[in-house]
């Protein structure tokens, strides 16, 4: 379908209209592709007219000559339990001159779930009406994806918002830079934000979205703050929500848990730069043995098309604390405490879990999943996000000087190594060849690690290794951010290393330019291994390495579910389900390779 028309008359408007739709499923999307060309060829819309709403909203919008080519869209409907229809307007104001057109129209997953002869097991929920049996993790999510509403009957309001009527008993934080702002419809900035919320799928639902426009500026940070929750020894503490990450300046959201008040907490999740103009949903579990809050931080890129969207929140398997959370401990630092193992029967291939005296074998210890309610085989391992602004080095640490003689280590300040530095404590001239700030505060109060290329030789290396890791998943990365600038700065490398033996993973020689720049290590699946930083020092004095904001991404092991694998589903020979879309694309999701096998 096109439209090609020379013409000078004011304000035209072509519409194209859908058939009329009953409702759709909860995961509905429609695509096509699109052709928008010529001098003065307008601007196009996408409309949802939902009968009984007067107001019509906007679900794809796009301006101006796109150059003489195809282009897909991709818009998200989800569930609307009302009749409706699609309206694609072309509107050109005064002098029309182009082709725009339309084609390959595709509506997927679209249909109400089917009905289940039977529906059985702790983790499967039977609709009432529909009877389809689907996920015990959607019930209670603020979706209706029975597609009747019985998945979210009799659920607690205290642990659901959806920001219709309000922040329900969640807080804006006091200690951040600006508040998140309550919307209906679209962002005010064209290019960024979503059109319309996750609960409704109307113009008329509400969200909450991070304004990144003025007076706001780089790394300005907002903070949502739920309310207290009781610890969950016995049972995971499930927190659910959905996401929009949408514009070319979109910069991090991030969720942390606290059991302190007035500090930052502990990093659970975070994602990175433009996802898409698509709400996505996210799902964590949560384990913690004191009363916790979970934080909802979002930061500003560095510019003005990085808005940022949150809906739908709920928990499931938590309850309320009738409390508030302890101040900041006044123990000082350096103060430890023995380690007493309590009462249990584990043997030596066993790990002891401090707090309740259980036995998880060693391999599940250091493997980016706690398995201990306290989360002590993850206490004294590589950890998930390491930004170094409490001071310590995560873990890492450096062989070479610990293995160092009583009358060597007098001497330690002229060797070349691994240390904790920051913009602040240069010396006048320093920041020609070191940073000014870290990449975390983006200020020269905040730390990085570095190596002070002023001591030592040409050529001599400095390594710095996390605590041996037990096994990773299949999808397992390193993400850190790296600054090498200088007349003569040498290198940097990430290695893997078990026992004396390492490979090579990644490597950067030379000067990288007077900025913080992002690198990716692929680890996949590994066992008993440690990551190594190595930096190798250049000719001269002129050219520190430092690193910053080290992050260990989806690196937990697969886990065998405890139920047959589904039809959209491939099962690996070791039992794991995996989707059926990443059946040969040359990754090893399986963790055994049985999905690039090929014979299936």
Not at 124 to 132: D, G, I, L, P, S
Not at 465 to 494: D, E, H, R
Request: aromatic fraction near 12%; include cysteine; glycine fraction near 8%.
């Amino acid at each position: 379908m096109f439209i090609l028309k020379n013409s000078s008359n004011i304000s035209q408007v072509a519409q194209l209209r859908s058939p009329k739709f009953s409702q759709t499923g909860s995961n509905c999307t429609v695509s096509f592709w699109y052709y928008n060309y010529g001098f003065s060829v307008g601007a196009a819309e996408m409309q949802l007219l939902v009968d009984g709403l007067e107001e019509p909203t906007v679900l794809w919008r796009i301006y101006y000559n796109q150059g003489n080519q195809w282009l897909k869209a991709f818009i998200q409907l989800g569930r609307l339990p009302h009749p409706f229809q699609l309206s694609l307007d072309k509107i050109s104001l005064g002098f029309y001159d182009g082709v725009s057109a339309i084609d390959d129209i595709t509506f997927e997953n679209c249909a109400l779930p089917s009905p289940a002869i039977s529906c059985e097991g702790p983790d499967r929920f039977w609709c009432r009406v529909t009877k389809a049996c689907i996920d015990i993790l959607l019930v209670c999510d603020l979706v209706d994806n029975c597609g009747d509403g019985t998945d979210e009957d009799n659920c607690d309001p205290d642990l659901q918002c959806n920001f219709e009527n309000g922040l329900c008993n969640w807080e804006q934080d006091t200690e951040d830079d600006f508040d998140w702002i309550r919307k209906q419809g679209p962002t005010p900035t064209l290019n960024t934000g979503p059109f319309k919320d996750h609960t409704l799928g109307t113009v008329r639902g509400h969200y909450l979205y991070m304004e990144s426009s003025e007076p706001y500026v780089f790394q300005n940070k907002a903070v949502l703050v739920s309310p207290v929750f009781n610890p969950c020894v016995n049972e995971t503490c499930i927190f659910r929500f959905h996401y929009h990450m949408f514009g070319k300046q979109v910069y991090k959201l991030s969720v942390l848990q606290r059991t302190v008040s007035n500090t930052k907490g502990q990093l659970l999740w975070y994602k990175f730069g433009n996802q898409g103009n698509r709400w996505i949903r996210q799902t964590l579990h949560i384990n913690s043995s004191k009363p916790f809050q979970i934080l909802v931080e979002g930061t500003i890129g560095d510019g003005f098309t990085g808005d940022i969207g949150i809906d739908d929140m709920s928990f499931v398997s938590c309850s309320l604390y009738n409390g508030n959370l302890p101040p900041i401990s006044t123990t000082p630092a350096g103060t430890s405490v023995p380690v007493t193992l309590p009462v249990n029967n584990c043997t030596e291939e066993e790990f002891v879990c401090r707090a309740s005296g259980n036995c998880i074998h060693m391999t599940k210890k250091c493997d980016f999943r706690p398995d201990c309610s306290d989360k002590s085989d993850e206490a004294s391992c590589a950890m998930k996000m390491c930004n170094f602004e409490d001071k310590s080095l995560c873990g890492w640490y450096q062989t070479a000087l610990e293995e160092m003689s009583e009358t060597d280590s007098i001497h330690s300040r002229n060797v070349f190594k691994w240390g904790l530095g920051r913009g602040a404590n240069l010396f006048p001239g320093q920041e020609k060849h070191s940073p000014s700030i870290d990449h975390t505060t983006f200020t020269g109060e905040g730390w990085y690690l570095f190596t002070d290329s002023s001591v030592g030789k040409f050529g001599q290396t400095a390594d710095i290794a996390t605590p041996v890791i037990s096994l990773t998943g299949p999808k397992c990365k390193m993400v850190f951010w790296n600054y090498m600038s200088g007349a003569t700065v040498g290198s940097l490398q990430v290695l893997s290393k078990i026992g004396n033996i390492t490979t090579k993973l990644w490597a950067q020689s030379g000067s990288q330019g007077a900025q913080w720049n992002r690198a990716e290590v692929f680890l996949g699946v590994r066992s008993g291994f440690q990551v190594v930083l190595r930096a190798i020092r250049g000719v001269s004095y002129m050219g520190d390495v430092a690193v910053d904001d080290i992050t260990f991404e989806d690196c937990s092991p697969l886990l065998i579910p405890d139920r047959p694998c589904t039809v959209e589903e491939f099962t690996c020979a070791n039992k794991y389900c995996i989707p059926k879309d990443n059946l040969c694309d040359f990754v090893n999701d399986c963790a055994d390779n049985s999905d690039e096998n090929p014979n299936i």
